[in-house]
């Protein structure tokens, strides 16, 4: 198995932890999307990373559909609830996280006008700020056990600096800065860090 993987993005970073927290045994090869194989350009119509490559030719390059098939080949530890109607709310979950705050996340990490960039950095304190009780109810988000919601989440809280977003250690954000630090001090997390990514909070 072989994954392509852009070293600072935080799709791919997402599928890293999916396979560290299955202990699957992966080559993992850093690219960017402008540094593609041409036989890569071939199989992926989009020019998008990360790119996994497994047996009897198989060939995905959708950061959801690669990780939810990881966790079905490799059924443990889960990271999808076991009962339909739970597993669709974390799809949905996942969903609205790839809807509503990585287009905030791409707008700040590219090279967005200036205006643009202090507009999402806004909004997406403000949302981060309006969530951050939720945090505490569970463990890990809305759930007891770490899950591909998790997977999704932590990425992009990784780069909070890097994007410039510092949340005030207050009563009401402690909760999620408390699931952040729990979650960045999982062994798997660090196992799928880049050592571009370390630099991001070094």
Known sequence: MTLYSDSNSHASHRVRIVLAEKGIAVDVMATSPEKLPAFLLDLNPYNTLPILLDRDDLVLFEPRVIMEYLDERFPHPPLLPVYPVARAKSRLWIYRLDKEWAPWVDTLLGKSPPAAVEKAR????????????????KPFFLSDE??????CLAPILWRLPLMGIELENNAHNRPLLEYMQRVFARDTFQAGLSDEERLMRS
């Open 122 to 137: 806004s909004e997406f304190k403000s949302s981060l700020v309006a969530v951050a009780p939720v945090f505490a109810e």
């Open 146 to 151: 770490f899950s591909l919601m998790d997977c």
